[in-house]
């Protein structure tokens, strides 16, 4: 019978000292580059009311964690950041027109009921920018995100942009009866388009209709698949999406990021949830996204102040692992210097490791006073030196380990 006091929950893990090194200089350069832009961090409560997270349409119910605490309130972990700081939004701030730009670093809760090594405490970096409706806000939201994972030092990644009132304008396009078009956009978004064109000739949708719809799964890659899809559609909602896209486009080249950046049209995900762009960031090596974001307009307004919102978030495990693909992980250090001494020695060797930590240095203390062991030991804790005080030399005898 196993022993739970030695284990930790599927879907939790503990993490050690390197590792835990480098998700701290991960997490600290994504956050810089947020400050960068002026997103100002915060923070939210790792329990909230159910209320927060249901009919918000970020998280799906059966992966929140709930509970009923004593008072007979019903609870929930942490599920999302953003409708946590959209209801920071509505209960602190008046609409004023001016932005409102946050940012965090922080972990959320989700149950996965097939446990496959996911896992169900993630960590998220992420800015939300609430307020502005307009091309350049959603191009800034996206230059944040290349800056920050480029801080974080990905060296090659790629961020696929879609935009969901283009396919929505393509729906209302067909004159489908509600629940035919339900069924269209939901084969769609799950990217099924074999049963999206059978739909299609079973409810005499026009051949040119047909002819975009099976097409969609080829509208992606760069700046030129937004000049097809404008001449493929006809109605005005799908064309000023494909215009969204292309001022974005050239806000991006303006910033000096349009590298980064591709097109994808069929891109969809929940169209009850986002309300303009929706993209992803992708690196190779990795078979699932490192970030995702998008335009949620309607959001902030189901906790009662209208609000247009745009942002993204950072799955900061996945970002590691990138890293780590890239070779990227810096050797690991507990320390920046050894101290050790003889009895004679401890008064100059306190002191002189009190000094060296006001500077910012690393000290760890050694409980040993044989100079050549400490060497060794250093070596072996990747330290660089060591300073080895006898009692016959206050400033210490310094000996490099590389």
Known sequence: MRDNGLHTPDGFRDCLAEEYAFK??????????FHRYAYSSISTPTLEYVEVFTDKGSVDPRQMYRFIDRDGEMLALRADLTPSVARI??????????????????????????????????????????????DDADAEVLAVGIDALCSAGLKEFRIDIGQVRFLQGMLEECNLAPAVRDELRDRVVARDFVTAEAIGREHDISEDMRRLLSNLPF????????????????NEKSRSAVANLENIHAALRDYGFEKYVSFDLSMAGNMDYYTGIIFRGYTSGLGFSILDGGRYDGL?????????????????????????????????????????????????????????????????????????????????????RVIWFDGTDRAGVTLWTD
């Open 24 to 33: 701290r200089r991960t997490e600290d350069a994504l956050e810089s580059a």
């Open 89 to 134: 939004v509505a209960t602190n701030f008046e609409p004023d027109g001016k932005p409102l730009r946050f940012c965090y670093v922080q972990n959320v809760f989700r149950y996965s009921p097939n446990y496959q090594g996911r896992l169900r405490e993630i960590t998220q970096a992420g800015i939300e920018l609430m307020g502005p409706s307009n």
């Open 219 to 234: 509208l992606n890659g760069g700046p030129e698949i937004l000049d097809e899809a404008r001449e493929g559609a006809k």
């Open 300 to 384: 902030v307004a189901r906790f009662g102040v209208d609000l247009p919102s745009v942002g993204f978030i950072v799955k900061v495990h996945n970002v590691i692992g990138a890293l780590e693909k890239q070779n990227d992980r810096d050797p690991f250090s507990e320390a920046d210097v050894l101290i050790a001494w003889t009895p004679g020695g401890r008064r100059f060797a306190l002191s002189a490791a009190s000094e060296l930590r006001a500077q910012g240095m690393r000290c760890a203390a050694s409980f040993t006073g044989d100079a050549a062991m400490n060497l060794r030991e250093a070596r072996r804790r990747g330290i660089q």
